[in-house]
């Protein structure tokens, strides 16, 4: 059975990209990244996607005269790739309503927060200030309104007395990497809510 093939939109270290790197690095996993793509030549997550063999471009999003134009490059060359399935991972551009409706339910994020709570940046501050028990991270499909997309899965964490931000937050990334792959895996098995209604509905955690 032919893997799902995957871009992956990064704009910095990509830690979430080395999960799902690792994660594709095995071929019995159901899904391949094919190509690595950023807004930021000096990205680290380039040097991951490099090393591990995977096809990166960058697309410097200063030069185009307008949002719309930048995406309309990104989605000629995830096109040219071949790419199925869109992953944003820590890619800190807003996109257009036309790129993100030319890929719904073909693109998909993970979110530090346990969605629809916290939506935004910020959002480890924003569970301390809310005195929340239980915090986490979302992977759901991307659509034009902000974090508000179908949830595909969800993992949390405790708060714990004495929590920092940072804290909170090295909690919660330990557990986005574990739950990103297990996400895509279960899209690239057609076991995921999707915007085609010929697949099923399942919402797994970790």
Known sequence: MARLKVG???S??????QALLDACGDPAFPAEIALVLSNVAGAHGLDRASAAGVATQVIDHKEFPSREAFDAEMDRALRAAGIELVCLAGFMRLLSVGFVESWQ???INIHPSLLPAFKGLRTHAQALAAGVKLHGCTVH????ALDDGPIIAQA??????GDSEEDLAARVLAVEHRLYPLALKVI???????????LSLLNPSV
């Open 8 to 10: 992956v939109l990064i």
């Open 12 to 17: 910095g270290r990509g830690s979430n990209l």
């Open 105 to 107: 339910g073909r693109m």
């Open 141 to 144: 499909y991307v659509t034009p």
């Open 156 to 161: 949390a964490v405790p708060v714990l007395a």
């Open 188 to 198: 690239a098995e057609g076991k995921a809510y999707s915007a085609d209604p010929k």
